[in-house]
């Protein structure tokens, strides 16, 4: 009798054990790196609304806030996975590279990891809580929220020199599709990310050399609505102050919706990078997906689909990297 129950409690373990393996492995495969949603819910529950209402309370005094939080983590995914290596700081780091110095809100992650510490010390890294507000971002100007699978772990690696994985913003079409394919991430995915540009603003340096003497033309980019050239050279005079800041989103800056797509149809896109996606045949279609009634539920659900996929890059898990105490500084 004593044997029977020994024999048939020894086949319960086993299957307890494949099951265990079963679900652990089926998790892997839904995320494919290890991430899943809810990853703090048994060791930190409220780590999602910690970092949800430190961004919302910043949001409330800056606006500025939310474009520079979902820039920030697609300028840390595209360097070294999400791993957090854009806020580490020191001499030759990411932060110090020409494709970062413009990054802001370094604060709010700072300001979330504080409040994460006292809260479950040493549990969330500073790649989730930069995963977690770019969602924040999103929905605090009007766009749809999706699940973030979370238990990212931090980098002790950021190095200037590898920020060239980032694309320019007078890159070609070709070219940024190579660069985002190099993060698995595909065409649609490419003009979809890009439509984050629905919110937020960019120096006039970045784009005041379209509008007088392009190309050695002595004109300016044929690709800019005639009515809009002078709007934006009156915005950005020549020579004048290049850190002049400009919504790439003529008339919807801060909402999140498919204006930004309505505009490249319309010659009033900002970047070169980002008209292109309209003149390039293969681009303009996925950008026609998000115009007319159907588009902006269409973006919606895209955006959140390939933020997910974004957030995914290369990211460390298990037991890989560490859950940094402070998200500027690799631990000692
Ligand atoms: C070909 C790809 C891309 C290029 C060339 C590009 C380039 C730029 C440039 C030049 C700026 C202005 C920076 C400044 O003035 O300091 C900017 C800002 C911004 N980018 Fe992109 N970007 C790209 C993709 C993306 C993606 C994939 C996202 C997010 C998913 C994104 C989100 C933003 C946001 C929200 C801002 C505004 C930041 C602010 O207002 O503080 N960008 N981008
Ligand atoms: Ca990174
Ligand atoms: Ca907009």
Redesign the pocket.
């Known amino acids: 009798m004593e044997r029977c129950t020994c024999s048939s409690s020894s086949q319960i373990t086993h299957i307890i054990i494949l099951m265990c393996v079963f679900v652990v492995m089926s998790a892997t495969l839904v995320h494919g790196q290890g991430t899943r949603v809810g990853f703090y819910a048994t060791t930190c529950p409220r780590a999602e609304s910690i970092v949800s209402s430190t961004v919302a309370t910043h949001f409330r005094s800056n606006t500025?806030i939310?474009?520079?939080l979902?820039?920030m983590?697609?300028h840390d995914c595209f360097v070294r996975g999400c791993d957090a290596s854009v806020l580490i700081d020191g001499s030759n780091t990411e932060k110090t590279a020409p494709?970062n110095?413009?990054?802001?809100?370094y604060e709010v992650i700072d300001d979330a990891k504080t409040q994460l510490e006292a809260a479950c010390p040493g549990i969330v890294s500073c790649a989730d809580i930069l995963a977690l507000a770019?969602r924040e971002?999103v929905v605090l100007t009007g766009g749809r929220s999706w699940l973030v699978p979370t238990g990212r772990r931090d980098g002790r690696v950021s190095l200037a020199s590898e920020t060239t994985d980032?694309?320019?913003?007078r890159?070609s079409i070709d070219s940024?599709k190579q660069?985002?394919s190099a993060k698995g991430l595909n065409t649609q995915d490419?003009v979809v990310?890009?439509?984050?540009?629905t919110?937020?603003?960019?120096?006039c340096?970045?784009?005041s050399y379209r509008l007088y003497n392009f190309n050695g033309t002595a004109s300016s980019d044929p690709s800019i609505n005639a009515s809009f050239l002078p709007q934006l050279q009156a915005l950005c005079p020549q020579n004048g102050d290049g850190t002049k800041?400009v919504a790439?989103d003529t008339g919807s800056e801060n909402r999140f919706d498919a204006s930004f797509f309505a505009n490249l149809r319309n010659g009033r896109g900002i970047?070169e990078?980002?008209q292109k996606l309209w003149t390039d045949a293969s681009t303009r279609a996925v950008v026609q997906r998000f115009l007319g009634i159907t588009g902006l539920a269409a973006f919606n659900v895209e955006f959140g689909r390939s933020?997910v996929k974004?957030s995914n890059t290369g990211v460390k898990t298990g037991t890989d990297g560490e859950i940094r105490k402070i998200c500027s500084a690799i631990n000692s």
């Open positions: 500025a939310a474009p520079a979902l820039r983590h697609f494709p110095l413009g990054l802001r809100g770019a971002s980032l694309p320019g913003f890159e940024q660069k985002f490419l990310l890009v439509g984050g540009h919110i937020g603003t960019t120096a340096q970045f784009f800041r790439f970047l990078s980002d933020m974004m």
